[in-house]
């Protein structure tokens, strides 16, 4: 007999909901948000701070490239400002230049965010698999005294 999504190691009527909803909230609100649905707090609030020191740095770094972008502007002279292919010429010298880093700061932040999603999934899945089955209270009511 095949076991259905909603049982795990034998366990019928033991659904994975849990883990399911952990994943979806850490794919939509972000890194964190699945291991606090799991009552994680420390990991949750740890992979919330890397997120958000990730996300402050990309900015940061993009901040410093727009500066440095608006100072050569102010340098320009009028006919060069002029030429609608100065600005293009000047955001692909400084991608190019920085592509490296870019590249890098955004696939660190796409990986930190699939290893939170697949860790709350695997996570609530763990617990739900280490969890004592439930307790009937009922269960001696059946049996004639």
């Not at 420390?42 to 996300?55: C, D, E, I, P, V």
């Not at 972008?69 to 340098?75: C, F, K, R, S, T």
Request: positive net charge.
């Amino acid at each position: 007999m095949e076991k259905s999504t909603g049982e795990l190691n034998g366990q019928s009527g033991r659904p994975l909901k849990k883990a399911v909803y952990a994943a979806i909230f850490s794919t939509l609100f972000g890194p964190g948000a699945g291991q606090f649905y799991n009552r994680q707090w420390l990991k949750g609030s740890l992979f919330a701070f890397m997120f958000m020191t990730g996300l402050l740095g990309l900015c940061v770094f993009l901040g410093a490239k727009a500066k440095v972008a608006i100072e050569i502007l102010a340098g320009a002279s009028p006919e060069r400002l002029s030429d609608p292919d100065f600005a293009y010429q000047l955001a692909q010298r400084i991608m190019q230049e920085n592509a490296l880093a870019l590249k890098s700061m955004t696939w660190g932040i796409a990986i930190l965010w699939i290893a939170s999603v697949a860790d709350a999934f695997l996570s609530a899945r763990k617990t739900i698999a280490s969890a004592p089955p439930p307790v009937n209270p009922f269960k001696d009511l059946d049996t004639p005294v």
